[in-house]
């Protein structure tokens, strides 16, 4: 009304216009506390205008713009434009500088210096933060001893230097800054207690905090217990008060969550969260913060229904208040739901999540690099769940990416930066260490970054050991594990023994935070002692199982249970592992990334098919990522599976133990006569498990391996001998003589089993995968020629694939090839390594024929065979036929380019790709300008027809990647998973000319015969009639139903 008024007046007269722009900045201090953020911007930038137009004429206004300056600055600080905010502030501090220096300039300069220094402490540039509240509290201390007033400025300068201190891991210094306030602000109160106590309310409650960041566990409870009694006392006469109350119930929930007094922080956590939700309107950001901080409570607690149901209500607040000034809260909520999902081994929600947050946090860090922490430690949580899931390309990538980020942080301000540094080269040197598992030891890069981290933990420990005392026993920890793996037995045996002892004195203090990592020591302990053959080993596991048991931690439960089973060759803590692992699955509610959860515990599964127990269900849970090898369904219900807290569910898993479950069985009739085996490399020999009316179990020497790795590199031979002469059957005899005693090390049983059926279907594991199986014997004669040979992942997999083909409608991909004149290009990759992709002239051919026979044939060729294109039609159609380049089993060469953005993280050999590029004159053109991959990864959740017929007559499609879990990676898995009734590959490269004879040939029994398995021994009967070599009839597999 005031404003409408004024306005009117300065319409009529120029001096009112002064009161108008005074107005406006009150309306907008209003709109700010009341979070109406744009509101409070066009009211200070309207003040604005009409100060810098007064100011012009009258210099005497400096002092009202520098103000209006401050406010807006104020206003872009808690929007996140922090850029904006600098320059308004160091503008208004241009303006009061010059000024003749009363006290009134004075204190104005003290307070520009006081925001600035705010802006650099909330974009963590402490330096400089120091260094601008040091000029403040200068400037505030001479006017307090020249005017005998300005006390309570003093004493907010001091918690702002507190502030910072705390935030670099300065605490005496910033212990010292609370108790010079905490005294100056008493002796405030004594002369008038309804205006200065809420500053001690303040100063007791940060005091707190940094008693807290110290574990003064007793001082901290006390300094809060006596803000919490001031503040109360002040809500009683005012009560917006209380929003000062939550505020420190707030705090007091955090100390409590990290000294374990677990009931006392959701009981504080529940109050605040009562007294903001009074002011709802304008505290929904508090009670979005405070929901987050309950969420991380209830995670700590096990909890994660609960915790999930509270993130979820957190991230409800902030995408309801829906403006870009809440974006930075809502990441932190997502990367909070990420870090439970991770931590709940539910990895494929965690995945959406940390996906979702690096997104908001790189969008604001293209704005404002003061985001770049955020960043960072996003990078870094992102390296961890990708390490978790046994992505270890992806993880390090992450990793680097992270450290990269700390390392320019932490040159322009080592204070702040240093321990989260040192956080990612522990997560790197745990990288390092676990290298070897994948045949790629780096324990030299290990220790360098292991070593590094455990030198800044021990630099900071000196002077704050309750602080830094947990990490260092980390580091300890895992440099013992390196040394362990490296075989230094007495090194690695001092880590872990100091690092126990450093944990059981943590654990006095607080056995519910630390009562974990002391079993983790013991675990420890009780690995390197086997390793040495200690019989100490079996009392460390023991202790450790027990802790776990009580803490619900069941994965590391059925880890003790394993070791336990091997030391003293006991079967029962086998089964015992086995269960504890797969109620651990089961209770996470993890979907996508079972394989994951199985994979970290797959020596489990391993040492059960040695002991031959249960092997059946056991081998099928090592070939389908989705299965367990337990009936679950028949023991526990939704409900059973819903209980959340532990103490229900560790009564549930002791009756569990104490049960005899019995194996998973085959469904009858599930094979009708024909002979199912699976063939499992076991390290020290291969196991034949075969499964027909009954089952049975055979063994076989190692040799199987080595020739079959012989025969695998002597189909490669084949293919070089063929590019150099017509006559090379020297190699092509070898291969017959190798296939002669490669079959005769079969079991006799198995041989004559083979000979009995009419159809063999096999289930190789991701070593033996690469082997040419069809090419095993029966009486001379290869087994693809004589019987009809399938291959499947699992009979799970092989019993949901017996459906009708269907043949309704064709997509024909033909030599892709991009808008290029040249036949045959070369693209350079990391290092050394060159892509060479050549025009398949054949292979064009070969689609202009098909598309003349198979039915609704739809044609893509050249430059019209696109990934986009691709990929759009792959769904339509029941009969896909790709000849073109393929690589690794999990990549079709699409002509391209490829257009949006690849995945930030992803398997190496496709980021290779990406970067790939070639010359041409002064050129570099990159490999996505003229090409579009398709991955296995691309076509993931991309739906088939259902009892599509896929043949990929490309050079080693039909490769497999055993990812572990029983997750295979490649294009037939993928395929399969998505609707397929059979897949068509190659496992070795193949030759243009004789690879479209062959095709022709298949399509021609299939459109006759309507059977894959038919078709596919025609077209191979023919090749060998034809051409003799097994090059050229061999490598093809089908991964289908035989019929």
Request: a negative charge; charged letters at 25%; one cysteine or more.
């Amino acid at each position: 009304k005031a404003l409408k008024t004024l306005r009117i007046h300065a319409e009529k007269s120029p001096e009112y216009i002064g009161d108008v722009a005074l107005i406006l900045m009150n309306l907008g201090l209003l709109y700010w506390n009341t979070g109406r953020f744009s509101e409070a911007e066009e009211a200070y930038s309207e003040a604005l205008k009409i100060y810098r137009e007064l100011l012009v004429k009258t210099p005497s206004y400096s002092g009202h713009l520098a103000t209006t300056l401050n406010n807006l600055g104020i206003l872009y600080q808690n929007t996140q434009r922090f850029i904006e905010a600098e320059h308004v502030h160091k503008e208004a501090l241009s303006l009061l500088e010059p000024l003749e220096k009363t006290p009134d300039v004075n204190a104005g300069i003290a307070d520009a210096f006081s925001h600035l220094g705010n802006l650099y402490w909330a974009t963590k540039q402490f330096d400089k933060a120091e260094e601008t509240f040091k000029k403040s509290l200068h400037m505030r201390r001479a006017l307090l001893e020249k005017t005998g007033g300005f006390a309570l400025d003093v004493v907010m300068a001091l918690i702002n230097l507190g502030n910072v201190y705390k935030d670099t891991q300065n605490f005496q210094d910033a212990e010292n800054m609370y108790i010079e306030a905490l005294k100056m602000g008493r002796d405030l109160v004594e002369r008038d207690p309804e205006s200065y106590t809420p500053c001690v309310g303040l100063i007791l409650n940060n005091l707190g905090i940094v008693y807290h960041d110290t574990k003064q566990v007793d001082r901290a409870e006390k300094a809060f217990t006596e803000a919490l009694t001031i503040r109360r006392r002040l809500a009683e006469k005012n009560p917006h008060a209380y929003i000062d109350v939550a505020m420190t119930l707030n705090n007091m929930g955090l100390f409590y969550r990290n000294v374990g007094k677990y009931s006392k922080g959701k009981q504080v956590y529940r109050e605040a969260l009562q007294y903001y939700r009074r002011e709802e309107e304008v505290c929904k950001p508090d009670i979005g913060r405070t929901l987050n901080n309950l969420g991380v409570l209830y995670g700590d607690m096990q909890e994660f229904s609960q915790a999930e149901k509270i993130f979820k209500e957190a991230l409800h607040v902030y995408r309801e208040l829906g403006s870009q000034e809440y974006a930075l809260d809502t990441a932190g909520t997502l990367r909070n739901l990420g870090n439970l999902y991770r931590d709940a081994k539910r990895f494929d929600r965690a995945e959406l999540m940390y996906n979702e947050a690096l997104r908001m946090y790189e969008h604001l860090e293209k704005r404002d690099r003061a985001f770049t922490p955020h960043v960072a430690s996003m990078l870094n949580d992102i390296g961890i769940f990708y390490q978790d899931t046994r992505k270890f390309f992806e993880a390090e990538t992450a990793l680097k990416e992270a450290l990269h980020k700390r390392m320019i942080l932490v040159k322009k301000n080592p204070k702040a930066y240093a321990v989260d540094l040192a956080g990612t080269w522990n997560n790197l040197g745990i990288l390092y260490n676990e290298a070897h598992l994948q045949g790629n030891p780096r324990f030299e890069e290990a220790e360098t970054v292991f070593k590094k981290a455990l030198e800044t933990f021990e630099r900071f420990n000196m002077e704050y050991p309750a602080v830094f005392a947990p990490h260092v026993a980390g580091m300890l920890q895992n440099l013992g594990a390196l040394y362990k793996d490296t075989g230094r037995f007495v090194e690695a045996e001092n880590m872990h023994t100091r690092a126990l002892e450093l944990r059981l004195k943590l654990e006095e203090e607080n056995p519910e935070v630390y009562a974990h990592e002391v079993a983790d020591s013991l675990t420890s302990l009780g690995i390197l002692y086997e390793k040495m053959g200690k019989w100490e080993a079996e009392a460390y596991y023991q202790e450790a199982f027990e802790k776990y048991k009580e803490l619900g931690l069941w994965f590391d439960a059925a880890n003790c249970c394993y070791s336990l089973s091997q030391m003293k060759s006991d079967r029962r803590f086998l089964l015992k592992a086995r269960k504890l692992i797969e109620i651990g699955i089961l209770l996470s509610g993890e979907g996508k990334y079972v394989y994951a959860q199985k994979g970290m515990y797959e020596p489990v599964y391993w040492s059960m098919l040695h002991e031959d127990v249960s092997s059946f269900s056991v081998i099928e849970a090592l070939r389908d990522p989705e299965l367990l090898s337990l009936p679950w369904r028949h023991i526990l219900s939704k409900k059973d599976l819903d209980r959340n807290d532990i103490e229900s569910q560790k009564r549930m898993v002791d009756t569990i133990l104490g049960m005899d479950i019995p194996a998973v069985s085959i469904l009858e009739g599930r094979l009708k006569g024909s002979l199912f085996i699976y063939v499992q490399n076991l390290r020290d020999y291969v196991l034949f498990l075969v499964v027909g009316d009954n089952i049975q179990r055979f063994v076989c020497k190692k040799e199987f391996l080595e020739i079959g790795d012989r025969l695998l590199l002597n189909l490669r031979m084949q293919r070089g001998a063929a590019q150099k002469t017509d006559d090379f059957t020297f190699v092509t005899e070898k291969f017959d003589e190798l296939s002669r005693k490669w079959s005769a090390l079969l079991p006799d049983e198995i041989k004559g089993l083979l000979q009995e059926s009419d159809s063999v279907i096999f289930s190789p594991d991701g070593y033996c995968s690469f082997f040419p199986l069809e090419a095993l014997q029966v009486d001379g004669v290869p087994l693809c020629l004589e019987k009809t040979v399938v291959r499947a992942t699992s009979l799970h997999q092989f019993s949901c694939s017996e459906k009708n083909p269907s043949f309704d409608s064709s997509l024909i991909v033909g030599n892709p090839w991009p808008t290029c004149k040249k036949r045959k290009l070369i693209y350079s990759s990391s290092g050394s390594e060159q892509i060479e992709i050549s025009f398949l002239e054949r292979a064009e051919e070969e689609a202009k024929a098909l598309k003349e026979t198979l039915p609704s044939a739809t044609l893509l060729s050249r430059v019209e065979a696109t990934g986009e294109k691709f990929l759009s039609e792959i769904s339509n159609h029941s009969l896909i036929h790709f000849s073109g380049h393929g690589s690794l089993g999990r990549i079709l060469f699409l002509s391209g380019p490829f257009k949006g953005f690849p995945p930030s993280f992803e398997p190496e050999e496709f980021s290779n790709l990406r970067k790939a590029g070639r010359g041409e004159g002064t050129k570099k053109i990159n490999m996505m300008e003229e090409w579009h991959p398709v991955t296995d990864l691309d076509l993931y959740d991309v739906t088939l027809t259902n009892g599509a017929v896929i043949f990929l007559n490309a050079c080693e499609t039909g490769q497999h990647k055993y990812a572990g879990g029983g997750y295979y990676q490649g294009l037939p898995s993928v395929f399969l998973k998505n609707g397929a009734h059979s897949v068509v590959s190659s496992l070795v490269p193949i030759f243009d000319e004789s690879s479209k004879r062959f095709a022709l040939h298949f399509y021609s029994a299939l459109l006759h015969t309507h059977s894959v398995a038919i078709a596919l021994k025609k077209a191979r009967i023919w090749a060998k009639n034809e051409y003799k070599a097994p090059i050229h009839w061999v490598p093809y597999i089908h991964y289908g139903p035989p019929l």
